[in-house]
């Protein structure tokens, strides 16, 4: 079993809707970053969190340390949203080395 | 400010055949990584260095090696590339912001071997 699991690994949705993406992770943690791949593209770092929930945007992620679960989710959403988000862990045990889950792949149609 | 910089994008290799991937970060950032991205897996990490002239293996070292000749620049070397090792390449560098590590990555390096 990975150590981080996102839901769902495909989405496709209309322009406009609530997207929410998942993920699951085992070990204990001191952040952790959700990050957004473009198609041919570089990645890029949305959120680092450790508690609670930060908003960007349309974007908001939210984390429950106690359930080890974060959420993605993207408000009022646009073709130009459609990419791969990538969540990742960073361990609690002091180092600095990041743990990614696979990516979910979302596709926003017009 | 130019963040991450890789060098090739794009490269093809026959079997056997050596080359360097290129990486530099102008953040005065102490830690860079070496990740590969494979369709269907997370990314994972090749090697890691924490400061100028240290370097720790990741979770896939086998074939790579590294370098750390500066705080700027951190080299992956792949000596006989194999089929495996065609991949597309990430370079990140991180800083400690907030109480966790904020990496930073490049914008990747598409390697086929032939």
């Known amino acids: 079993k990975n150590e981080v699991e996102q839901s769902p690994q495909n989405l496709t949705a209309q322009e406009g809707e609530f997207i929410t993406i998942n993920c699951s992770y085992s070990v204990g943690i001191s952040a952790l970053h959700w990050l957004q791949q473009h198609p041919g593209g570089g990645i890029v770092s949305l959120f680092m969190?450790?508690?609670g929930k930060k908003k960007h945007g349309r974007l908001i992620a939210t984390i429950n340390i106690q359930e080890k679960h974060s959420s993605l989710h993207i408000t009022a959403s646009h073709p130009r949203d459609s990419a791969v988000y990538i969540c990742?862990?960073?361990?609690?045990?002091?180092?600095?080395?990041?743990?990614f889950g696979t990516g979910t792949r979302l596709t926003i149609i017009p | 400010n130019a963040g991450v910089t890789q060098t090739p994008k794009f490269q093809v290799l026959k079997t056997g055949q050596s080359m360097t991937l290129q990486c530099a970060q102008d953040?005065?950032?102490?830690?860079m990584y070496w990740y590969r991205q494979d369709p269907g897996m997370g990314l994972r990490l090749i090697y890691y260095?924490?400061?100028?002239?240290?370097?720790d293996k990741g979770e896939v070292p086998n074939g790579y090696n590294v370098s750390r000749l500066n705080k700027r620049e951190f080299s992956l070397r792949l000596e006989s590339a194999a089929p495996s090792q065609t991949s597309v390449y990430f370079c990140a560098s991180s800083v400690y912001l907030q109480g966790a590590y904020e990496q930073y990555f490049g914008p990747g390096t598409r390697l086929t071997v032939t």
């Open positions: 990742a862990v960073l361990s609690n045990f002091g180092n600095e080395k990041l743990t």
């Open positions: 953040m005065n950032h102490n830690s």
């Open positions: 260095s924490a400061s100028e002239g240290t370097t």
């Open positions: 969190l450790s508690s």
